[in-house]
């Protein structure tokens, strides 16, 4: 029951936000005498407070606020009612667009009113603004990370949320285990996700971050660097010279078998022989690997 309201919300989205015929003159009533589309004053409309998106540019708003005033609004907000606020309204989608009616000086929004629970406000806002890329990295894991969290959802049925593969979401949660000043420069885009996915797990993580921003190194330098600063365990491969580089179709195995798997996959070959290594970030994962690897046989 809980998958099809997600994949309601997920294909329905575009619905909810520009087929106002269809909320008006079909589910309008299902939904409470409130609902449907109408023009609300700005100052009747307020922000959601556990909004995923955590970051505005000021230079987009605005820019987007200079074509409200030359074009108007084009497409309506998603509110829902206050229960506690009589006449008032919480943004469920489209924030960014009530902050730039502000800037804009406008009077009123056009916005869609429905009835909905925070479960379904929360999962609205994540997937409007994954699928439009408007989070940061950071954002996206906080949001990916909520709904597993607080709403019991698995990374799959995240995934499947909001048109993301299960390992981008994987991948994403992993960003969470590394220190709160490498997340910072993530925000700040001084790193991108690749580079910081190639910090996890190294103890020297922030120095090695900042040598990264100075000296501007790529992804592909970033793990050398990684690499060269991890100390070796005993007996390990690189006290015994180091591993010859990759070749393409071995790292594209790695990707296949990582998309097949939904887990971190590594392949260390040497001459025809070698091992294959999974890497799984929590007992869900494990889990969910031991079912695909069960179904396989």
């Known amino acids: 029951m809980m998958a099809e309201g997600r994949r309601g919300l997920g294909r329905g989205l575009s619905a909810l936000l520009g087929e106002t015929d269809v909320v008006e003159a079909g589910t309008a009533a299902a939904l409470g005498p409130d609902a449907g589309l109408r023009e609300i004053p700005i100052e009747m409309i307020r922000a959601n407070p556990h909004q995923p998106r955590r970051n505005f540019d000021r230079a987009e708003i605005e820019s987007l606020a200079a074509s409200l005033k030359e074009k108007g609004v084009l497409q309506p907000i998603l509110v829902r009612p206050l229960a506690d606020s009589p006449g008032e309204y919480q943004i469920v989608a489209g924030e960014r667009r009530w902050r730039a009616a502000q800037v804009a000086a406008l009077r009123s929004?056009?916005?869609?009113?429905?009835?909905?629970?925070?479960?379904?406000?929360?999962?609205?806002?994540?997937?409007?603004?994954?699928?439009?890329?408007?989070?940061?990295?950071?954002?996206?894991?906080?949001?990916?990370?909520?709904?597993?969290?607080?709403?019991?959802?698995?990374?799959?049925?995240?995934?499947?949320?909001?048109s993301k593969s299960r390992p981008h979401v994987a991948n994403a949660l992993r960003l969470l285990t590394l220190p709160q000043a490498i997340l910072t420069m993530l925000v700040e885009g001084q790193l991108t996700a690749g580079h910081a996915r190639s910090l996890i797990g190294?103890?020297?993580?922030?120095?090695?971050?900042?040598?990264?921003?100075?000296?501007?190194?790529?992804?592909?330098?970033?793990?050398?660097?990684v690499r060269k600063h991890s100390a070796p365990r005993p007996g390990s491969a690189s006290n015994r010279g180091p591993a010859p580089a990759k070749d393409h179709d071995t790292t594209a195995l790695e990707s296949d078998l990582a998309e097949l798997l939904g887990v971190a996959v590594t392949i260390a070959d040497q001459g025809g022989a070698g091992e294959i290594r999974l890497r799984y970030d929590s007992l869900e994962q494990l889990d969910d690997l031991c079912r695909r690897l069960t179904r396989a046989g």
Not at 147 to 157: K, M, P, R, S, V
Not at 203 to 221: H, W
């Open 202 to 225: 190294s103890e020297k993580a922030v120095d090695l971050a900042r040598t990264v921003i100075r000296d501007g190194l790529s992804v592909r330098q970033t793990e050398a660097l």
């Open 109 to 162: 929004l056009p916005a869609i009113v429905q009835t909905l629970d925070d479960q379904q406000v929360l999962e609205i806002g994540i997937i409007e603004n994954v699928q439009r890329t408007d989070l940061n990295p950071y954002e996206e894991a906080l949001a990916y990370r909520t709904l597993i969290d607080t709403f019991g959802h698995t990374q799959e049925a995240v995934a499947e949320a909001v």
